[in-house]
């Protein structure tokens, strides 16, 4: 896109098209010493027939010296002697107007132009004093007398075409004045300028002038060679507007392509904007979502806090409850103890503690005054067990032999263990079994 807008804004200062053609001059006659000064390198150089000449070279001849300059267009121009001519232009524009523009510095020329190509084209000849030119005329003589570079004093004179139908306005003569005045020659007529002054009203070529003119400076060069000439640059032209217009094509197309390629690279730029900008909306939303669930997961990390706070507190609480049922089954464990409100309550789990007497020995009738019992033997049996025994042999819930009721209203009772009984208990005749039994 940059390349393009460059590109149209180096044509706002250029023509429309670049087409333009340059062409030559030819030397195709010779008579005494001429010398051709080149632009290219500014020294005087023997002319030659056939030298070619281009815009910027200077032509000059000697004393009694001619020379005759054959263009690619086909006119003609004849130097007389001590004349001196520089090219300015020769040159085919873009509207295919041929520009022929010749600097006289001194001396005479007679030029011989056929009918122009349009109306922008020219055939000019250029003095310090006056500009002649025409656009189609008869032979016609430019003349600058004077020391070059000084005061000159310009003749110029159209000759008579001779022809029916000749043009009564061929050549035109612009003086240096400050209105810069112009006068027009029909054929047979003549003009005169001075530097500062426009040109003189024109009047006709007296016949000895005409016929001056008519001897001197003949132009060697043939009307069918001046065509020949014509048609070739032509030629040339149509070939060169060919090449240009396909050369033109072809930088059209190229210019097609890379303001295709601008087009497409400026779509991908799109593409990847757009792509980015949904990205961006993406991310956006998804951050947006994020802060929406954060109160939720806060919620339900809050509740998930909560319901393992009693989980916690219950852990916590075990150690409590463990130590607290290790104290349980510590209290529910029968002590040793000599009174009977000691004893173990008959729904304990425990092993209970059995005092053993001597064999034959009668604990539960023994008097004051009797050898005392041989120390009891402690037994740990099972509690089943024991508590089997108790059922069986211990009258609870009412007063019985030997059954006593205390003070605070618990029940005392005492049993003696049958034969059967006894076998029942290893290495034992007797037992004496104290139990309290606590009414709850």
Do not use: C
Request: aromatic share 2%; charged share 35%.
């Amino acid at each position: 896109m940059k390349k393009l807008l460059l590109a149209l804004a180096l044509m706002a200062f250029l023509p429309l098209s670049a087409f333009a053609l340059d062409f030559a001059a030819e030397i195709v006659d010779l008579d005494g010493s001429v010398t051709v000064t080149p632009k290219a390198t500014a020294k005087p150089v023997p002319a030659k027939k056939g030298m070619k000449l281009s815009p910027g070279d200077t032509v000059e001849t000697k004393s009694g010296a001619e020379a005759e300059l054959l263009y690619d267009d086909g006119n003609v121009t004849r130097l007389d002697e001590e004349t001196t001519l520089s090219i300015r232009q020769l040159s085919v524009e873009d509207d295919k107007s041929r520009q022929t523009v010749l600097d006289l510095a001194v001396g005479r020329v007679k030029n011989s132009v056929s009918k122009l190509a349009n109306q922008k084209s020219k055939f000019e000849v250029h003095t310090k004093t006056a500009v002649a030119g025409v656009t189609g005329t008869p032979p016609w003589t430019v003349g600058a007398f004077g020391k070059p570079g000084g005061q000159q004093r310009v003749e110029v004179d159209l000759m008579p075409n001779g022809k029916a139908g000749a043009p009564t306005k061929g050549v035109f003569v612009r003086g240096t004045d400050a209105g810069g005045t112009t006068v027009n020659l029909s054929p047979g007529m003549r003009t005169t300028a001075l530097p500062g002054a426009p040109p003189v009203s024109p009047i006709p070529i007296s016949p000895a002038r005409l016929q001056q003119l008519q001897t001197s400076m003949p132009i060697t060069t043939t009307p069918e060679v001046q065509q020949e000439k014509k048609q070739e640059l032509e030629k040339k032209i149509e070939k060169e507007v060919k090449t240009e217009e396909k050369s033109s094509s072809e930088e059209k197309k190229e210019e097609k392509k890379e303001e295709k390629k601008e087009e497409e690279a400026k779509k991908e730029d799109e593409k990847k904007e757009e792509k980015k900008e949904e990205a961006k909306k993406d991310e956006e939303k998804k951050t947006e979502e994020a802060k929406k669930e954060d109160p939720k997961k806060d919620e339900a990390k809050t509740e998930e806090v909560k319901k393992e706070e009693p989980k916690q507190e219950a852990k916590k609480e075990e150690p409590k409850k463990e130590t607290k049922r290790e104290e349980a089954r510590k209290e529910e464990t029968p002590k040793k103890s000599d009174t009977p409100k000691e004893a173990a309550s008959l729904g304990a789990k425990i092993e209970t503690p059995v005092m053993l007497g001597a064999a034959g020995g009668d604990t539960s009738t023994s008097k004051a005054g009797d050898a005392p019992p041989p120390p009891p033997v402690p037994l740990r049996t099972s509690s089943a067990s024991m508590m089997e025994h108790l059922s069986n042999n211990v009258s609870v819930g009412s007063v019985g032999a030997g059954t006593q009721v205390s003070d605070t209203g618990d029940k005392i009772g005492a049993s003696s263990l049958s034969g059967a009984n006894q076998n029942a208990l290893p290495a034992a005749t007797r037992v004496r079994v104290m139990v309290n039994i606590i009414n709850k």
